[in-house]
């Protein structure tokens, strides 16, 4: 079974920066795709940005694209998600989570960190 732990997450002004990592243990994620999603108080789940199992292919939200950056590191089994430029409203609890290609669904996610950004 799969876990995932994020890490990184704080409180910083607007215009700063975090990295979050996502560590996983208890198998290897390298053939799933990953992906960071992000939660705001009374809004749903969204997607941030994904990057595939094989090429490394990488997408982004529109809100993000430009300020965040996705990767990932298979010899540590870990994803990282490195955010510039940070505004208010990226303040939310960001989750990674894994994509089992077999079973087309997000079979694991980690339990959250808080990312807050004052203005």
């Known amino acids: 079974q799969v876990q995932l732990v994020e890490s990184g997450g704080g409180l910083v002004q607007a215009g700063g920066s975090l990295r979050l990592s996502c560590a996983a243990s208890g198998g290897t994620v390298r053939n799933y795709h990953m992906a960071w999603f992000r939660q705001a108080p009374g809004k749903e789940r969204d997607v941030v940005a994904t990057?595939?199992?094989?090429?490394?292919?990488?997408d982004y939200a529109d809100s993000v694209k430009g300020r965040f950056t996705i990767s990932r590191d298979n010899a540590k089994n870990s994803m990282y998600l490195q955010m510039n430029s940070l505004k208010s409203e990226d303040t939310a609890v960001y989750y990674c989570a894994a994509y089992q290609i077999t079973k087309r669904t997000y079979r694991y996610w980690g339990q959250g960190t808080q990312v807050t950004v004052s203005s």
């Open positions: 990057i595939s199992a094989i090429s490394g292919t990488t």
